[in-house]
C-alpha cells in the first residue's frame, strides 16, 4: 500500500527566506509526482508536475526534485513572500491508478 | 482553469438520509477521483474511475458508491449519511497518469 508523509506539518519562516518542503513516499513504482498548493477553504492548484523519467522541473521560483530510488521528492521556494502562505500538497500517481496524497505543509511566510 | 463543476457547493442534509454529489467535467479527461478532506487526514480518496462504468475503490470507500455512465459525469452517493461523512468533498480529473486537476470542493454537514 502506497503512503505519501510530508515533513515537516507546518511550517513558519520570516520574508525572503529560502524554504524546502520534503515529500516521502513508501512505494517506488510511481507514474508521477505532482506538487498542489491549497489556500484556506478553497480547492488545490497544480504547481508543479514531474514525470517519473524526470528529475526535476522548474515554475518561476518553484523547483521540485524526484529522486524515486530514494522515495523522496523536495519542494524549493526561493525567496519567499507572504502570498506563499498556504499548505503545500503532495501526491503520487501509483501503477494502480491512484492518485494518493500526503497529509500538507502548511506554511506561513512572515512580513 | 479545468472545467469541472462540483454541485452542489454545500448541503446540510439529516442523518440516515441519501445524498448524491454531482462531479461534471468538459475536459474528456478519462480518470475522475472523489476526495474527502478532513482536519489532521489531508486528502482520502473514496472512489475513482478510469472510463465510463469503470470504477475502483480508494482508502476509504465504505458508506459510499459511486456511478459513471458517461464520460463528463461522476456521481458520488452516501448511501445512509452519518454524522461521520461530514466533510469537504473534492473531485478531481485527469488523462492517465498526467496533471490532475481539482474542483472547488462540496462542503457537506450531516446533522
Known amino acids: 500500500k502506497q503512503e505519501v508523509t510530508q515533513i515537516p506539518a507546518a511550517l513558519s519562516v520570516p520574508e525572503g527566506e529560502n524554504l524546502v518542503l520534503n515529500c516521502s513516499f513508501t512505494d517506488s513504482a510511481i507514474y508521477n509526482l505532482q506538487w498542489f498548493r491549497q489556500d484556506p477553504g478553497k480547492g488545490l492548484t497544480s504547481l508543479l508536475l514531474i514525470q517519473s523519467s524526470q528529475r526535476e522541473q522548474t515554475s518561476g521560483r518553484l523547483n521540485a526534485s524526484l529522486d524515486k530510488s530514494s522515495g523522496r521528492s523536495t519542494l524549493y521556494i526561493a525567496a519567499s513572500q507572504p502570498g506563499d502562505s498556504a499548505t503545500y500538497l503532495c501526491?503520487?500517481?501509483?501503477?494502480?491508478?491512484?492518485?494518493?496524497f500526503g497529509q500538507g505543509t502548511t506554511l506561513q511566510v512572515k512580513p | 482553469d479545468a472545467g469541472i463543476t462540483q454541485s452542489p457547493r454545500h448541503k446540510v442534509t439529516e442523518t440516515g438520509t441519501p445524498v448524491t454529489l454531482r462531479c461534471h467535467q468538459t475536459?474528456?479527461?478519462?480518470?475522475m477521483y472523489w476526495y474527502r478532506q478532513d482536519p489532521g487526514h489531508g486528502l482520502r480518496l473514496i472512489h475513482y474511475s478510469y472510463g465510463v462504468k469503470d470504477t475502483d475503490k480508494g482508502e476509504v470507500s465504505d458508506g459510499y458508491s459511486v456511478s459513471r455512465s458517461k464520460t463528463e459525469d461522476f456521481l458520488l452517493t452516501l448511501e445512509s449519511a452519518t454524522s461521520s461523512q461530514t466533510s469537504v468533498y473534492f473531485c478531481a480529473i485527469s488523462e492517465g497518469p498526467l496533471e490532475a486537476f481539482f474542483g472547488q470542493g462540496t462542503r457537506l454537514t450531516v446533522v
Open positions: 475536459e474528456n479527461h478519462r480518470y
Open positions: 501526491a503520487v500517481y501509483s501503477n494502480t491508478g491512484k492518485l494518493i
